[in-house]
């Protein structure tokens, strides 16, 4: 099985999705991530791809893709649709995690947007959730009691993006904890992350690829 993950900017896929892709690359599933930005607004480019390639090898990822673009400056539509097309004809990925489209960055609902037309052949499409996502109701919640630490560690590679949360004192591992703790509660675990579906194939035996079930994961 192969897993892609994308997001607009470095550290979107730690926050969103990288307990599930830890548990999964445990499980021998290959990893790779496509990170649209730079990050280069809200830091220096190369810090920024430095801390997303130490990331990628918390999430046991083998590979990154780069968008190629500047955030807040991302193309048409039309133009990220082609670059993850091509993404995803290189991986044939059997699951594919992406930002939620109702978010109040511009990036994250333009990343949003193309993904789903950009994933229109796909039979698993996820959308998870960010710091600054908004009206988000998850249906799928993938147990992380065993990778919430090194999940917590990859965001921690984001070194010079940890404080940077414009909440006072809030640093973004801790903003992170809560959600996971918070989707546990509503899955009922102790730690999960949420996602909304796009599309999620159920066999005729009532399981879900890779094991998944609507509204749980079994790990």
């Known amino acids: 099985m192969k897993i892609l993950a994308i997001g607009a900017h470095p550290d979107d896929i730690e926050f969103g999705c990288g307990g599930t892709l830890?548990?999964?690359?445990?499980?021998?599933?290959?990893?790779?991530?496509?990170?649209?930005?730079?990050?280069?607004?809200?830091?220096?480019?190369?810090?920024?791809?430095?801390?997303?390639?130490?990331?990628?090898?918390?999430?046991?990822?083998?590979?990154?893709?780069?968008?190629?673009?500047?955030?807040?400056?991302?193309?048409?539509?039309?133009?990220?649709?082609?670059?993850?097309?091509?993404?995803?004809?290189?991986?044939?990925?059997?699951?594919?995690?992406?930002?939620?489209?109702?978010?109040?960055?511009?990036?994250?609902?333009?990343?949003?947007?193309?993904?789903?037309?950009?994933?229109?052949?796909?039979?698993?499409?996820?959308?998870y959730e960010g710091p600054t996502t908004v009206n988000f109701t998850p249906t799928v919640f993938i147990d992380i009691a065993d990778e919430i630490a090194p999940k917590i560690e990859a965001l921690h590679r984001h070194q010079s993006q940890i404080s940077k949360t414009r909440i006072e004192g809030t640093p973004i591992s801790e903003i992170a904890q809560a959600s996971a703790h918070f989707r546990g509660v509503q899955g009922r675990v102790r730690w999960a992350e949420g996602f909304a579906p796009l599309r999620l194939f159920i066999n005729v035996s009532g399981a879900a690829d890779a094991r998944v079930l609507p509204g749980r994961v079994a790990a």
């Not at 990331?55 to 500047?70: D, K, M, P, Q, T």
């Not at 052949?121 to 959308?127: I, T």
């Open 22 to 127: 830890i548990k999964y690359a445990r499980k021998g599933v290959r990893i790779e991530i496509l990170v649209m930005t730079d990050g280069s607004r809200g830091g220096n480019a190369r810090t920024r791809r430095r801390e997303q390639t130490q990331a990628a090898e918390v999430l046991g990822a083998s590979r990154i893709h780069w968008g190629g673009y500047r955030d807040t400056l991302l193309p048409s539509v039309r133009r990220l649709i082609d670059r993850m097309e091509r993404v995803i004809g290189r991986t044939s990925p059997d699951f594919i995690f992406v930002n939620f489209p109702e978010d109040t960055h511009q990036d994250h609902r333009q990343v949003a947007r193309a993904a789903i037309s950009a994933t229109r052949y796909a039979r698993n499409v996820l959308f």
